[in-house]
């Protein structure tokens, strides 16, 4: 069973919110994704080793794997297409967390998307209604700039956004 980019559009979103269980049906209106398309992400996740999944609507990221694979595989697995300058949501350095760590030094990179809030080369979500879900979740935001932030990054983007994102993806246990 293959991966799918939209399988780290939902792993992140329930990271950004570790301690609230999630349906398949909030989690697919949160998307903008079908209940149907969330529970394949799960099923092909869990395949993937990416989710524990403890019985019947029971699951949750496996933080450490899930971290391994945004770190060293995402970028291959799914790389990131730039193009023309447009109006859309910032990504990557672009937003937070990096855009306040690094001077932004050429343009900001976006999601197209027509609520954007800034102009920049175009680069595209790891998932198409990434953009509109972000733009409701400030912490979902947050992971999927990093994850551009890997994707796109040049050297030092790309480690102050493994480190980010380390932290971020910290397991529970850990984070006490």
Do not use: C
Not at 22 to 43: G, K
Not at 58 to 85: K, T
């Amino acid at each position: 069973m293959d991966l799918k980019p939209q399988e780290l559009l939902v792993l992140l979103k329930v990271s950004a919110h570790p301690k609230r269980k999630f349906t398949f049906a909030a989690l697919a209106q949160e998307l903008a994704m079908s209940a149907a398309e969330v529970h394949a992400s799960v099923r092909r996740a869990t395949a993937a080793g990416l989710v524990n999944a403890r019985g019947r609507g029971d699951w949750s990221p496996i933080r450490p794997a899930l971290q391994e694979f945004m770190l060293h595989g995402a970028r291959y697995a799914f790389p990131a297409e730039i193009g023309p300058v447009k109006r859309g949501v910032p990504t990557a350095h672009g937003a937070e967390p990096l855009a306040s760590v690094l001077r932004n030094e050429g343009d900001t990179p976006v999601w197209a998307h027509p609520q954007g809030s800034a102009r920049g080369p175009s680069v595209s979500p790891i998932y198409r209604t990434a953009p509109q879900a972000a733009l409701v979740d400030p912490q979902l935001h947050r992971l999927l700039a990093l994850l551009d932030a890997l994707r796109i990054g040049r050297a030092r983007e790309r480690e102050l956004a493994a480190q980010l994102l380390s932290d971020a993806l910290r397991p529970l246990d850990a984070a006490a």
